[in-house]
């Protein structure tokens, strides 16, 4: 059996609850395409997710030969 890392799993699993929450967006803007005035929907992307859920510090280059 291979192990897996735990942060591939948690990063699988944000992806599918993303997936998930993106199909009740776009199945309400299905059921509702023919309501007059009806504004489609949609959720962020999932880049723009993980880019907030980085939080934390972050690593700076202050040279291209380092990290400070």
């Given at each position: ?49 993980l880019a907030g ?16």
């Amino acid at each position: 059996m291979t192990a897996v890392r735990p942060d591939l799993l948690q990063l699988t699993e944000r992806r599918m609850a993303w997936l998930e929450a993106r199909q009740r967006v776009l199945a309400g803007n299905i059921a509702n395409a023919d309501t007059p005035g009806y504004q489609p929907r949609d959720v962020r992307s999932f880049a723009s997710v993980l880019a907030g859920a980085a939080g934390g510090p972050r690593m700076a280059a202050t040279n291209s030969r380092n990290l400070a």
